[in-house]
């Protein structure tokens, strides 16, 4: 099993950038986005279940980000509107089957992507 992420990158405030994300070897039924800055621990962005493509966000990217899902060819997309200093980070992919109320948590996903630097500047 391998997650493939690719797209961030350097952006001014305000700016939207892409991430995607393609699973190989098997679906899952969450697959999302989580990301880690400097000196900080591995946090939840938001995450979309395989059934009913139900979305969860963290409240800090609510409003901003957008998660999709696309089943038929096992990807996981992130767009990113309206973005924030504070939004940089190093972005991971992540997929796994943990229960609903288990989702926001990394100990729930057993796989990940490489991670994909975003640098917003003020």
């Known amino acids: 099993v391998q997650l493939q992420a690719s797209g961030g990158g350097f952006v001014q405030a305000g700016g939207s950038l892409r991430l995607a994300c393609v699973a190989s070897?098997?679906?899952?039924?969450?697959m999302g986005w989580f990301r880690q800055a400097p000196g900080k621990e591995r946090e939840f962005v938001a995450i979309?279940?395989?059934?009913?493509?139900?979305?969860y966000y963290a409240e800090s990217v609510k409003g901003r980000f957008t998660i999709s899902r696309d089943n038929a060819k096992n990807t996981v997309n992130l767009r990113m509107d309206s973005l924030k200093p504070e939004d940089t980070a190093v972005y991971y992919c992540?997929?796994?089957?943990?229960?609903?109320?288990?989702?926001?948590?990394?100990?729930?996903?057993?796989?990940w992507g490489q991670g994909t630097l975003v640098t917003v500047s003020s």
């Open positions: 070897g098997r679906t899952f039924i969450n």
């Open positions: 979309v279940r395989r059934s009913g493509s139900r979305e």
């Open positions: 992540a997929a796994g089957d943990g229960i609903l109320s288990a989702i926001r948590s990394t100990s729930t996903y057993h796989y």
